[in-house]
């Protein structure tokens, strides 16, 4: 990140926009009145700021301010068509970290899905899962253990959900979960667009002793309406992000990160 500019010093368009995404990075808002105090320019100058890098996508716009790009709402159809070699390089790396005799919570999500496929047929362990697609896909496999947890079935998502869900949820002790990322930033933490399932993997995370975030790129930074929780819940991540700036404010929360 570049160092903080002297007040008065940012005289460019393009300079502007850049201070405000990276102090939108690394404190998760911004507040129009802040940045015109702090960049002295005028608040005119800074919602058009905004606005401007609101239409190009890269921010959301709120009263007063803005938030981190808002992840999109993709059906799960379409989600499957979405970053196909990423999902394989994340899905391989986390169906590698499942180990024989182990209790594994499995959420719902198109990488999450992917497991299934990398998953070794020597692999003997016991998967718990909301999602009926991840269920079907391991019928087959000769010595996993398969509990699909009950509930009310989300359509769009795919997954169960509910009271039934999360009460058979909080009575298992789990190795490991997988927790389904919709959208991650490092200071907002992990947000969903249901409130029901954010309900449901916050029960995941916490039963569970390590709790892992399969993610592409493209979803973090990003915020969705629902909060899970802070990333440093996660453990680990798995991502096809390289990027030592975009990874590094979740290794300071601690948080293990693996690289496909």
């Known amino acids: 990140m570049k160092p903080e500019p002297e007040a008065g010093q940012?005289?460019?368009?393009?300079?502007?926009?850049?201070?405000?995404?990276?102090?939108?990075g690394s404190e998760g808002r911004v507040l129009a009145a802040d940045?015109?105090?702090?960049?002295?320019?005028?608040?005119?100058?800074?919602?058009?700021?905004?606005?401007?890098?609101?239409s190009s996508g890269k921010i959301q716009?709120?009263?007063?301010?803005?938030l981190p790009r808002r992840a999109e709402a993709v059906p799960f159809e379409s989600r499957q068509q979405i970053d196909m070699e990423s999902k394989i390089g994340i899905a391989r790396a986390a169906a590698d970290m499942i180990r024989d005799g182990q209790v594994v919570l499995i959420d719902g999500g198109t990488t999450n899905l992917r497991i299934a496929s990398y998953l070794s047929r020597e692999r003997s362990a016991t998967i718990v899962t909301n999602s009926p697609p991840l269920a079907l896909a391991l019928a087959d496999h000769p010595k996993l253990s398969v509990l699909m947890l009950g509930g009310t079935f989300l359509k769009e998502e795919r997954?169960?959900?509910?009271?039934?869900t999360i009460r058979r949820v909080e009575s298992i002790r789990?190795?490991?979960?997988?927790?389904?990322?919709?959208?991650?930033?490092?200071?907002?933490?992990?947000?969903?667009?249901?409130?029901?399932?954010?309900y449901v993997k916050q029960a995941m995370i916490g039963?569970?002793?390590?709790?892992?975030?399969?993610?592409?790129?493209?979803?973090?930074?990003?915020?969705?309406?629902?909060?899970?929780?802070?990333?440093s819940r996660l453990t680990r991540l798995i991502t096809d992000a390289s990027d030592e700036d975009v990874l590094n404010p979740y290794r300071s929360q601690g948080i293990e990160v693996t690289s496909t």
């Open 35 to 54: 940045l015109s105090s702090r960049y002295r320019v005028s608040e005119d100058t800074i919602r058009r700021d905004l606005r401007e890098l609101a």
């Open 10 to 24: 940012i005289a460019l368009k393009e300079e502007r926009h850049q201070y405000i995404l990276e102090l939108l």
């Open 159 to 164: 997954v169960t959900t509910g009271i039934e």
């Open 207 to 231: 039963a569970s002793r390590e709790v892992v975030g399969p993610i592409s790129l493209g979803k973090m930074g990003t915020s969705l309406p629902y909060l899970v929780g802070p990333a």
């Open 61 to 66: 716009r709120v009263h007063g301010g803005a």
């Open 174 to 198: 789990a190795d490991l979960c997988f927790v389904g990322m919709c959208s991650l930033h490092p200071e907002v933490g992990i947000t969903v667009g249901n409130q029901e399932e954010a």
